[in-house]
């Protein structure tokens, strides 16, 4: 299932697509002559699975560009957090300077203006720089800096077909703090949290005629950009290889 989603997204977004590519080609390369250095202990590679909880920034206040009376109409979006799991992947540079890929794709529920529209899904795709504390024995936290890539889809309540929501996929930034407790040579346990920073601008788009709204069919109305924001906290474990 994960390849497929890591191929869809090299098909439809190319930018992306070439910086995994090249991300994971380099690594590659350099795993292949790593082996004079791998006589520390630890290999260079580490792989983690992840459950994590997806808490997006809600409620989030928007102005809708529909003409009234009154000026211009308020709205509030809702965004409900999820669970769901997150892979991994670690390539260490050193025994303190690693990069991190990590993907995850979350579905939260859409409520706007007491309105079930049905469900956000967020595939946010994030690359962090980290640095890795070594002195604390089992235990090694770590924090890092990084850029993120989110592609929205909007599943559509069946039950209210009157509107439909879309997002702009976008760029962000992210924030990490976590730590691993090494259970074993090559297993151990991961806490780990991420704050992605992401703005994206929501459209709304009119599927029906709506007489006591007046809204025409296909009929799009502009809302002002948002920060989503995500917090995600997760818990799991890794793999080392050596």
Request: proline letters at 3%; hydrophobic letters at 40%; aromatic letters at 16%.
């Amino acid at each position: 299932m994960l390849v497929f989603i890591f191929f869809d997204m090299i098909k439809k977004f190319k930018i992306l697509g070439l910086l995994l590519i090249g991300f994971l080609t380099v690594n590659i390369f350099s795993i292949t002559n790593a082996n004079a250095e791998e006589k520390r202990g630890e290999g260079k590679w580490m792989f983690r699975t992840r459950f994590v909880n997806v808490k997006p920034k809600s409620p989030i206040k928007l102005v809708a560009d529909i003409p009234s009376a009154e000026g211009d109409e308020e709205v509030f979006l809702k965004l409900k957090k999820s669970n769901t799991i997150e892979f991994d992947t670690t390539y260490f540079f050193s025994k303190t300077l690693a990069t991190e890929l990590s993907i995850l794709k979350s579905k939260n529920n859409v409520n706007l203006s007491g309105l079930d529209l049905g469900s956000l899904s967020l595939m946010p795709v994030t690359l962090t720089f980290q640095y890795h504390f070594v002195d604390l024995g089992k235990f090694k936290p770590y924090f890092g800096l990084g850029l993120n890539y989110t592609r929205f889809s909007y599943n559509k309540n069946k039950g209210y077909e009157l509107v439909t929501m879309e997002y702009k996929n976008d760029f962000g930034y992210a924030l990490q703090l976590g730590f691993d407790y090494k259970m074993s040579y090559n297993f151990g346990f991961n806490f780990d949290i991420k704050q992605i920073y992401l703005k994206t601008k929501p459209s709304i788009k009119a599927d029906n005629y709506d007489e006591n709204n007046q809204f025409q069919e296909g009929e799009k109305f502009y809302l002002n950009k948002i920060n989503i924001n995500p917090l995600m906290i997760a818990v799991g474990f890794y793999y080392r290889v050596n």
